[in-house]
């Protein structure tokens, strides 16, 4: 587990503090099998690897989406990770010819038929080789060539997140003659999560590290079994606004925002789960308010603040399953919710 955090103050007022974290955990089992003396040989061992896997990345180009309300519901960013499908494949399929010369990218030896599609023999648009790289490209904005081929990026392709608060300006006379305080907050925070990892058994590399084997679509059988991949976004919020007036009056105004976004490896599609939060508050604090308690001692009298409170909240939430094979987008839930 690796975390990094930079506080900033460029002046007094405003705090910035930016964070990057990378979460790798994995549980390693083998079982032996004795020989006929005793013995436990290297050959007989079975090794199985399951974990899972999280790290800090920035998909702020895409927040702020737009989806149609309704008709087809398509999504800019998912034409996109359909695109990048055939860049990642083509580079997978570079990558094993430079490692493997006999390798024929146009040829599909499970059928025995030519490829004439744009996809490389073995890595078609359903491999998890293909669709993971393509989908962390199109969703983080990043250009699917030069992106790492890896379904676990390094330390180094941690992106910041972050949290910002101002409270400076109450140091304008202007601003102090209507309020006590100003408080103005945002948060960003967006990770890319694995949730579990399994060896894959039929893995079976050879000496130069490459695995031949195949599965019933003809893509190359990878390394690690991966179900979902997930792209996690909260704004918490994108903006908060908090007043307090003069006159021991409060208001309050918030926006959060939020987006989900699986990739699910088994049916080939994409649910893209999208929040909207607007709350607007205010409140009223009355002063050294006295209240008389009866108690077996007597009378007792207690003086404190009495603080008022009342928010309005309204939650919009819709869910959309993106197909990736049928290229058919249907909204498949949502919900209004008004909160008092």
Do not use: C
């Not at 023999?121 to 890896?150: Q, W």
């Not at 390094?154 to 309020?179: C, D, Q």
């Not at 105004?253 to 205010?282: C, P």
């Amino acid at each position: 587990q690796i975390n990094a955090r930079i506080n900033v103050e460029p002046f007094p007022g405003l705090r910035i503090d930016i964070t990057g974290d990378r979460r790798y955990s994995e549980t390693v089992s083998s079982y032996y099998r004795a020989d006929r003396n005793g013995n436990f040989p290297d050959s007989t061992r079975n090794t199985r690897i399951t974990g899972n896997f999280t790290i800090s990345v920035l998909s702020w180009g895409t927040a702020f989406e737009k989806v149609p309300k309704s008709g087809d519901y398509l999504s800019p960013t998912f034409e996109k990770f359909r695109e990048y499908t055939v860049i990642i494949s083509q580079r997978r399929a570079d990558v094993r010819s430079a490692a493997d010369p006999g390798y024929d990218r146009t040829f599909d030896p499970v059928t025995g038929e030519i490829i004439t599609g744009p996809y490389a023999s073995g890595y078609s648009i359903t491999s998890s080789e293909v669709m993971v790289p393509a989908f962390l490209a199109a969703y983080t904005k990043r250009d699917p060539n030069r992106i790492s081929l890896a379904a676990f990026p390094s330390m180094l392709h941690m992106m910041p997140n972050w949290r910002i608060n101002f409270e400076g300006l109450t140091k304008y006379e202007a601003v102090r003659k209507i309020f006590n305080s100003v408080s103005l907050s945002h948060q960003y925070r967006s990770t890319y999560t694995i949730g579990s990892f399994n060896t894959n058994l039929y893995y079976d590399p050879d000496e130069s590290g490459l695995s031949y084997i195949r599965d019933l679509k003809s893509n190359f059988i990878p390394q690690f079994e991966i179900n979902s991949v997930t792209i996690n976004e909260q704004f918490s919020p994108l903006i908060n606004i908090d007043l307090g007036w003069k006159n021991s009056l409060t208001t309050r105004f918030e926006y959060r925002k939020s987006r989900t976004v699986t990739l699910n490896m088994t049916s080939n599609q994409v649910a893209d789960i999208r929040n909207n939060e607007i709350t607007i508050g205010a409140g009223y604090r009355f002063d050294d308010v006295s209240i008389v308690l009866n108690s077996g001692a007597g009378m007792r009298s207690l003086k404190s603040d009495l603080t008022l409170r009342l928010d309005l909240s309204m939650r919009d939430n819709k869910t959309m399953a993106r197909k990736l094979i049928e290229q058919v987008t249907q909204p498949v839930a949502g919900q209004k919710v008004f909160t008092l």
